[in-house]
Nanobody
Framework: QVQLVESGGGLAQPGGSLRLSCAAS????????MAWYRQAPGKQRELVAI???????NYADSVKGRFTISRDNAKNTVYLQMNSLKPEDTAVYYC???????????????WGQGTQVTVSS
């Protein structure tokens, strides 16, 4: 079993910064990709940023130039540095990992429980 635990959410003012962390633990054979999603009230969950095993990254247009995804492979941890925050960034942010847990098992997706980010003046 694999568990993902997010941390770092909270309240920020417009223009402020937060850094989210997501630590994966359990039986991990290989991490294929890790990503951050977010879901605002009444809206669909959307992809914010993704980083694949080779290190390539991709971002939603709405956060390009403001957010940065990174990882620490030794700690099985992914980060999301959020700068120049806007009220429209307010959402629950979820960590996602596509992970292989055993040599004989298929890849599968795991989700954290989410962390609330609120941007308000």
């Amino acid at each position: 079993q694999v568990q993902l635990v997010e941390s770092g959410g909270g309240l920020a003012q417009p223009g402020g910064s937060l850094r989210l962390s997501c630590a994966a633990s359990g039986s991990i054979f290989r991490v294929n990709a890790m990503a951050w999603y977010r879901q605002a009230p009444g809206k669909q969950r959307e992809l914010v940023a993704i980083i694949i095993s080779g290190g390539a990254t991709n971002y939603a247009d709405s956060v390009k130039g403001r957010f940065t995804i990174s990882r620490d492979n030794a700690k099985n941890t992914v980060y999301l540095q959020m700068n120049s925050l806007k009220p429209e960034d307010t959402a629950v942010y979820y960590c996602n990992g596509n992970i292989r847990t055993d040599v004989i098992m298929n890849n599968r997706d795991y989700w954290g429980q989410g962390t609330q980010v609120t941007v308000s003046s």
